[in-house]
């Protein structure tokens, strides 16, 4: 079984449990411990350009960067990838759980129509920066067209 069929099946095991959790708790009048995330995360992100290039700094602290592809198509840029939940299988009781863990992905327009061939991706201190350039645009051609009547 792949690594991601995996990590959506413990994704599911893990809403399930949550939901039992929330149940028990409701009946016995406890506040609930958890709160419930969406299955697949989106990291948090800042977009800005200059006159040459669009950059994209995306917050991925704990995620191995083997485990991170990026896309480019025009100007539309998506990353996504997982990251491993760092108490799976420790017998402990969470009293808060707010870093999202499992897979991610984020879809993020770009302000400009870039050339995703020269892009470079640098991971460093839980940060993921996507230098993308801008594309060159191509001159613009007038083309004369003769108009037939009939």
């Known amino acids: 079984m792949t690594e991601v069929r995996q990590e959506i099946l413990a994704n599911i095991d893990d809403v399930w449990r949550q939901m039992e959790r929330l149940a ?4 016995s009048g406890k506040r609930p411990l958890v709160v419930f995330t969406h299955p697949i995360w989106q990291p948090n992100v800042d977009v800005y ?7 994209v700094l995306v ?3 704990g995620v191995k960067p083997e485990e991170v592809a990026i896309s480019v198509d025009n100007s539309v840029l998506t990353v996504r990838g997982a990251r491993r939940d ?9 009293y808060i759980m707010e870093i999202n863990s499992g897979i991610f992905e984020r879809t993020i327009p ?3 129509i870039v050339d995703g061939e020269l892009a470079e991706a640098t991971y460093s201190q839980g940060f993921l920066e996507i230098v993308l ?5 191509p001159p613009i051609r007038i083309i004369t067209i003769r108009v037939q009547y009939s």
């Open 110 to 112: 770009l302000p400009a």
């Open 133 to 137: 350039p801008k594309a060159k645009e």
């Open 49 to 55: 350009e200059n006159l040459e290039e669009v950059v």
């Open 59 to 61: 917050e991925l602290a």
């Open 86 to 94: 760092a108490l799976r299988g420790r017998k402990q009781r969470c």
């Open 24 to 27: 028990d708790q409701v009946a």
